[in-house]
C-alpha cells in the first residue's frame, strides 16, 4: 500500500480543512489509519487514528475539533478539521498498520507514510 495526502494549505484561524489520505495498492480496509503532525521544531504528534474496525481516537489536543472518517470504497481516509487554530500549523501525515494490538497512538507502530501535507493556519 502506499499512502499519498492531500487537502493542506492556508487558512484563516476559526476555520475549517479537510485533509484526506488515498491508499493505492493492495487491500485497504484491513489497514488502520492514523493522522501526526509535526510542527518546526517540534516532535511528531498524534492527532487522530482509526481502526478498521471503526473505533476512532484523538489527541488530547483536538477537543472535539477533528473528525477521521474512512471510505473503503475509495481507498481513502479523511480528516475533517474545524475550528482551526494556528497552533494547528504544521505537517500532516497519514500513515498505516495492520498491527491490531497497536495503541494507535504511537507513530512507531505505523510502518507505511505518505509524504505530508502542509496546513498553515494564519491568525
Known amino acids: 500500500v502506499q499512502l499519498q495526502a492531500s487537502g493542506g494549505g492556508l487558512v484563516q484561524a476559526g476555520g475549517s480543512m479537510r485533509l484526506s489520505c488515498l491508499a493505492s495498492?493492495?487491500?485497504?480496509?484491513?489497514?488502520?489509519m492514523g493522522w501526526f503532525r509535526q510542527a518546526p521544531g517540534k516532535e511528531r504528534e498524534f492527532v487522530a487514528a482509526?481502526?478498521?474496525?471503526?473505533?476512532?481516537y484523538y489527541g488530547e489536543f483536538v477537543k472535539g475539533r477533528f473528525t477521521i472518517s474512512g471510505d473503503n470504497a475509495k481507498s481513502t481516509v479523511h480528516l475533517q478539521m474545524n475550528s482551526l487554530k494556528p497552533d494547528d500549523t504544521a505537517v500532516y501525515y497519514c500513515?498505516?498498520?495492520?498491527?491490531?494490538?497497536?495503541?494507535?497512538?504511537?507513530?512507531?507502530?505505523?510502518?507505511?507514510w505518505g509524504q505530508g501535507t502542509q496546513v498553515t493556519v494564519s491568525s
Open positions: 482509526t481502526r478498521w474496525s471503526g473505533t476512532q
Open positions: 500513515a498505516a498498520h495492520l498491527n491490531s494490538r497497536a495503541t494507535m497512538m504511537n507513530q512507531y507502530e505505523y510502518d507505511l
Open positions: 495498492g493492495r487491500t485497504f480496509s484491513r489497514y488502520n
